[in-house]
């Protein structure tokens, strides 16, 4: 059962432009919602978190919007870059539950 | 230099072979993972580690033995490997419990012909 469901699968962008990626969760417990993002050939790295009690995070270019009613999470990168081409997760987890991540959403920043 | 390391980093070997894929960490983190990627199936979670001598499955351990004996390694043994077993296997880390960061290693790519 896939308790995370990202998409899109992958997304292309011009630079400059605004990718959006999102996830929905079924598991209401879950309290913890971090974003992971890899470049080829690496392991994946945190990027950016958020817990439900607030509807936004942002760190930087990119921001993680929050509908706790919804249970739906999206991640935005303002200003995308090239450098930003990479693949990113999502995730949930709790305190009671392992984190679950997301299918993965390659994303291509073009020049 | 500290931080989460993997080997062999590329492997290829025939079906039934025992392959065995290890992990070791230098911040004596409680929690270790392993993960496998797969294209369109994101990071699934095979075994983890709450701590020395404990281990629990994870989504898909079939397969998969894992042990942990000292806090800094969690080897990963496929005892008779087959095709879809072919994968890029992560390693994991993290000091607490379910919630912050994991620290992951930069992967195990292994082939079974």
């Known amino acids: 059962q896939q308790q995370v469901k990202q998409s899109p699968q992958s997304l292309i962008v011009q630079k400059g432009g605004i990718p959006i990626i999102n996830c929905a969760y079924e598991?209401?417990?879950?309290?913890?919602f971090p974003w992971y993002q890899q470049f080829p050939g690496k392991g994946p790295a945190l990027l950016i978190a958020?817990?439900?009690?607030?509807s936004e995070k942002k760190e930087g270019r990119f921001t993680i919007s929050f509908n706790k009613s919804a249970k739906q999470f999206s991640l935005h990168i303002m200003d995308s870059q090239p450098g930003d081409s990479a693949t990113y997760f999502c995730?949930?987890?709790?305190?009671?539950?392992?984190?679950?991540f997301g299918s993965g959403t390659r994303l291509s920043i073009r020049p | 230099d500290a931080g989460i390391t993997q080997s062999p980093r590329y492997k290829i070997t025939e079906t039934g072979r025992q392959v065995t894929l290890m992990c070791h960490q230098t911040?004596?983190?409680?929690?270790m993972f392993w993960y496998r990627q797969d294209l369109g199936h994101g990071l699934r979670l095979i075994y983890y580690?709450?701590?020395?001598?404990?281990?629990d499955k994870g989504e898909v351990p079939d397969g998969y033995v894992v042990s942990r004996s000292k806090t800094e390694n969690f080897p990963l043994t496929l005892e008779s490997a087959t095709r879809s077993q072919t994968s890029v296997y992560f390693c994991?880390?993290?000091?607490?419990?379910?919630?912050?960061?994991?620290?992951f290693g930069e992967g195990s790519r292994l082939t079974v012909l």
């Open positions: 994991a880390s993290r000091p607490g419990s379910n919630t912050g960061e994991l620290f």
């Open positions: 598991n209401t417990a879950f309290d913890y």
């Open positions: 958020i817990r439900p009690d607030v």
């Open positions: 995730a949930a987890s709790s305190s009671a539950s392992k984190i679950i």
């Open positions: 911040w004596s983190h409680s929690y």
């Open positions: 580690s709450a701590a020395a001598d404990i281990t």
